[in-house]
């Protein structure tokens, strides 16, 4: 009955889903069911707009020496040119292939573009781990045998289709068709491949079996491919973001601002710039809001010191961030009675969805949340648990968005146009529940109030993103070699 009395309570404040963690609003309405302990060791959770206005700043700065030739070399956020020079304008057409690597699966599309139309048909491949931590050879071996089993299926592999590869791991970009990989991320680590150019090793993969014949028409970014997708229906898109697996995010920057770029121009005067913000905190820039968790999931994970922003914000790490937060309490006696599970203690097992689900519950109901609980062996949880547990879950989905949020309030600050629209994709957006509002919200309290802006969920970016990026380049080639 208390629990029941507190929740409506909890409703009526009716914005509980995007400002629960305003420190007034938790006095007045949570405070006294959410322990005090609990509440005071997640303190350090919750970043606060001085502390974003800070990250904001360092992270300005960050972009600024990643652009210029002077301080290039040794910047930690890169800001890859990415010889995305102009935006679709409709007119695109044809048949194009697409190949997807970079989350958790590997996807091979088959596109057609006309006018405002596309169909499109896609298979999904598993990478399986082995091959993900393997060679880079067996992999690109392993990518073209997905492609020439797909286009026997779609009786497409007689015809010589111009492809566009998303590859979503930090490239730097020598041309359209040229891409040296910097580092693997997220869960890849194949030998042999840093240095390399990976549009090369694809086309000698092809060509060590000889059954399929492609043209490689451009490599991109899953961010570019999410600009690109959007922008072809909303022609304000300047910025594509990904929170899914990884995390990073691109923008349209004028080209006399990108020094790195070196191509000639197609006459937009613009150039979309690959951040790859996931590196943003690796020269420890970002220690001043890391906690202890943040600490052992960068230690525990196959990048150690890499990738420091990615792990506070994306998926692959968000599961276990809450876990850590979940065990250090279990032990200090604080959730549970003291009394864990083996599950809860072991490292990985509790997944990124499981934060999504917790939170789609409304406030007070806890129906996903006993289930999961159930599913960790933690069936001896109680009501205050459970309270306790959804808002440890809050705050790190909380953190995370407001991380975004504060890379996205620079740059629209930056770009400084008063109408821009941020293409978005990735699971998190995609499936936590108020991800989108935390999102709009803060953005709106931390950019120029001058500037309108709205965040709009991509349709497959990485796919059709890809097969844009390869018209754009048909139809810029097409017109200056008319002109
Ligand atoms: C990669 C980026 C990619 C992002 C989202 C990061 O780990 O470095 O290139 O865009 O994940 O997939």
Redesign the pocket.
Known sequence: MRIKRICDSVNVFGRIETDRLDEEDVDETIDYHLSNEIRDKCRELVLDNDKLRKIMEIFLDNVHRGLKRETHADSIVKCFPTYVQDLPNGTETGKFLALDL??TNFRVLLIELSGEHFEMKSKIFAIPQHIMLGSGEQLFDHIAECLAIFVKEEQVADQRLPLGFTF???LAQKGLTKGILERW??GFNCSNVVGNDVVQMLNEAIDRRGDVQIQVCAIL???TGTLMSCAWKNHNTRIGL?V?????ACYVERQENAEMWDDVDMGSGKVSINL?W?AFGDDGALDFVRCEYDEDVDKNSINPGK?KH?KMISGMYMGELVRLALERFTKEGLLFGGKGSDMLFERGRFYTKYVSEIESDPPGVFNNLREICEELGLKHASEQDYINIRYICECISRRSAHLVSAGLATLLNKIGEKKVTIGIDGSVYRFHPHFHNLMMEKIKELCDPSIEFDLMLSEDGSGRGAALVAAVAARLYNQNSRT
């Open positions: 970079g989350g979503s791991f930090p991320t997220k970014n899953d961010t990904i899914g697996t990884g995390s990073n790859e996931g990738q990615e």
